[in-house]
T-cell receptor
């Protein structure tokens, strides 16, 4: 149980274009989903917290107009990187909380974004 | 400011050589201390949650323990397949604050 999927697993795009990453909870409903970014040999950095049906809460220093998050349903959240630049190249990982009274988060497999 | 510090940064063990990883945290209102395993190029895999000092949890060769300021991940008789980065995180809110991880390499 508690499986989270992400699509695509990797993507290469040209500078200036936008990329959408999907995060789905496959066997549970996720009221809250989280988006993290991880640079090589570094730990996960929280970008934003996404609640179904409401606006995402962004961490300090994360541009909300650049990283658009939509949590349209209890099983789907999307992250759109708008006008991507090479410095946005990173490993993006989503997670979800099962909402069963615990604070455990289950992570997706991640999406490797490379901007050329 | 809430912080999670892990040590050592890297650990090399021979197969069968037991050891421990450390995670210290400075958090007010702890809502759980979490351990995850992350393989290269993959998302973290949930291992354990500990909520109160003195609590212990085990899974195969791994045992996690918790004190008021630290958590330890004990690895007993590790195998090469235990090689990974082990992350701890505190849940001081709805989000998790991660340490930088300990990269474990187990050689046969």
């Amino acid at each position: 149980g508690a499986v989270v999927s992400q699509h695509p697993s990797w993507v290469i795009c040209k500078s200036g274009t936008s990329v959408k990453i999907e995060c789905r909870s496959l066997d549970f409903q996720a009221t809250t989903m989280f988006w993290y970014r991880q640079f090589p040999k570094q730990s996960l950095m929280l970008m934003a917290t996404s609640n179904e049906g409401s606006k995402a809460t962004y961490e300090q220093g994360v541009e909300k107009d650049k990283f658009l998050i939509n949590h349209a349903s209890l099983t789907l959240s999307t992250l759109t990187v708008t006008s991507a630049h090479p410095e946005d190249s990173s490993f993006y990982i989503c997670s979800a909380n099962t909402g069963t009274g615990t604070y455990e988060q289950y992570f997706g497999p991640g999406t490797r974004l490379t901007v050329t | 400011e809430d912080q999670v510090t892990q040590s050592p940064e890297a650990l090399r063990l021979q197969e069968g050589e037991s050891s421990s990883l450390n995670c210290s945290y400075t958090v007010s209102g702890l809502r759980g201390l979490f351990w995850y395993r992350q393989d290269p190029g993959k998302g973290p895999e949930f291992l354990f949650t500990l909520y109160s000092a003195g609590e212990e949890k085990e899974k195969e060769r791994l045992k996690a323990t918790l004190t008021k300021k630290e958590s330890f991940l004990h690895i007993t008789a590790p195998k090469p397949e235990d090689s990974a980065t082990y992350l701890c995180a505190d849940g001081a809110g709805t989000a998790l604050i991660f340490g930088k991880g300990t990269t474990l390499s187990v050689s046969s």
